[in-house]
């Protein structure tokens, strides 16, 4: 009974944004619409990202809540699924390395998380080697930034999809309820993204 009422609630999430899965329901954003870089990626005609939006994802020191929603944005703005490739390819030449693997060494925990997001919102039927790279960014996340943590988490949720259901809300809820992270995401965006999760909670 709870899987069928989970079922309508979320067939309902379905039919007013053509999305069903944590990563695809979740249009946060919306809460960073006043930012230029957002704005930028919103009026996107075509599957090149221009230079500029690569640099402003690969620049560590912008803030990354802000990187991830023009991800968020790119995804939803076209088909996306080159996104993941492209910003790959941008950060080796920027970097210097000539695979994922050197290069993932290299990158500092909150770029790595938006590389892992733009990976899985690329192709988030199989985010199995995106969750390792989320995972890979929790464990360098020194600064305890919340931002990381959550889009780490929101992959996995989105694994969770196809085999575990019960795991999606804790997931994701237990990241929310983390005292020791640092809050670096706007109220809005977390509010975006637990309206959807929320659903999930009975499967517990």
């Excluded at 080796?92 to 390395?97: D, I, K, L």
Aim: charged share 20%; net charge negative; proline share 2%.
């Amino acid at each position: 009974m709870k899987r069928l009422l989970t079922a309508i609630a979320l067939l309902l999430t379905f039919t007013a944004s053509w999305a069903d899965s944590p990563l695809t329901s979740t249009h946060f954003a919306e809460a960073y619409s006043d930012h230029e870089m957002v704005q930028t990626a919103n009026e996107l005609m075509q599957n090149d990202i221009p230079t500029t939006l690569l640099n402003f994802l690969a620049d560590k020191h912008a803030p990354v809540d802000v990187r991830l929603a023009v991800v968020n944005k790119i995804g939803w703005n076209f088909d996306g699924t080159t996104m993941g490739a492209q910003l790959c390819e941008y950060l080796m030449g920027r970097y210097h390395v000539k695979n994922e693997a050197k290069l993932v060494k290299k990158l500092d925990a909150k770029t790595l998380a938006v590389y892992a997001y733009a990976k899985a919102m690329s192709n988030y039927f199989d985010v199995k080697a995106a969750s390792e790279l989320g995972h890979m960014a929790v464990k360098k996340n020194k600064d305890k930034s919340f931002s990381v943590a959550l889009i780490s988490a929101l992959i996995d949720a989105q694994h969770y999809l196809d085999n575990d259901w019960s795991k999606i809300y804790p997931v994701v809820a237990n990241v929310l309820h983390d005292g020791s992270l640092h809050l670096d995401m706007r109220q809005e965006a977390i509010d975006n993204i637990m309206e959807y999760i929320d659903l999930y909670k009975s499967e517990m």
